[in-house]
């Protein structure tokens, strides 16, 4: 959940940055820095999701997390600015809606 709120964190600092002081956006709308979030992403919420998913035997918080690994990858393929920035804050909310419903069924 953490790594999901640091990515919704950077999005929106990034379109802060670029509109209101002009700069930044250089750094943190390179792609290069999506592509390794997505990674890593993608690593823990396999890891995380998964074993919740196998311990819990329920197949929605991984699929939900899906979902949501989903719409990150699409916000690879779109040009930055708005419409990255919503794919991108609506997959790391789906990813964090999954880890939280993992946490709510360890008993």
Sequence with gaps: ML????????CVSGIFLVAVLGMGGGILLDPVIHRVGLAV???????????????????LPFVVAMTGLSFMGGALAVPHGME????TIIGVSLVAVAHFLNLRHKH
């Design 84 to 87: 990255e920035a919503v794919l």
């Design 41 to 59: 992403a993608a690593l823990i919420a396999a890891v995380a999701i998964g074993i919740g998913a196998l311990r819990h035997r329920r197949a």
């Design 3 to 10: 790594l999901s709120g640091l990515c919704a964190l950077h």
